[in-house]
């Protein structure tokens, strides 16, 4: 099996995305940054293998048709209103047997979206104040012998 994930895999991680990583202002995340981020996702996953594209289908395959089982409602997670996704979120979030699920998409799909230019700026982070003053590269030095 090959390490690219599906439409519909990244169909619904996109839907997690979404809901995850929504600012709680009433602006929702922008349609062009979720499509960035499911690019991205599916490169890493292809990049990343087999073993973590399998698991990671798996992991969204799961968020996908538990609504029923965790919110009582008979629909799967990318047909869910934004709302009724982020309460189900919440609720595996809680489980203790789904909440590993969730914790794992959180982790990859964190490390995908948070590589987005524009969140760093939305954040207030400049990445260039971890390069030194002369934009030089950052020499390791030998750890010096403390006097005693």
């Known amino acids: 099996m090959s390490g690219r994930l599906s439409p519909g ?11 995850l990583f929504d600012p709680g202002s009433g602006t929702r995340v922008p349609e062009e940054r979720l499509e960035w981020v499911s690019t991205e ?15 990671l ?26 709302d009724d996704q982020l309460r189900y979120l919440r609720k595996v979030e809680l489980s203790r047997l ?7 998409a959180k982790i990859v799909l964190s490390i995908v979206y948070f590589e987005h230019p524009d969140v760093f700026a ?13 934009n030089e590269p950052i020499a390791w030095k030998q750890p010096t012998e403390v006097a005693r």
């Open 57 to 82: 289908r798996f992991i969204f395959l799961g968020l996908q048709l538990l609504p029923l089982f965790v919110i009582g409602k008979l629909s799967l997670f990318t047909s869910l209103e934004f």
């Open 122 to 134: 939305e954040a207030g982070v400049n990445p260039t104040c971890m390069l030194p003053s002369n």
């Open 98 to 104: 789904l909440a590993p699920l969730l914790a794992t």
């Open 41 to 55: 996702l599916g490169d890493y996953a292809t990049k990343a293998g087999p073993r973590t594209s399998t698991g």
């Open 9 to 19: 895999t990244l169909r619904v991680a996109r839907s997690v995305a979404r809901t």
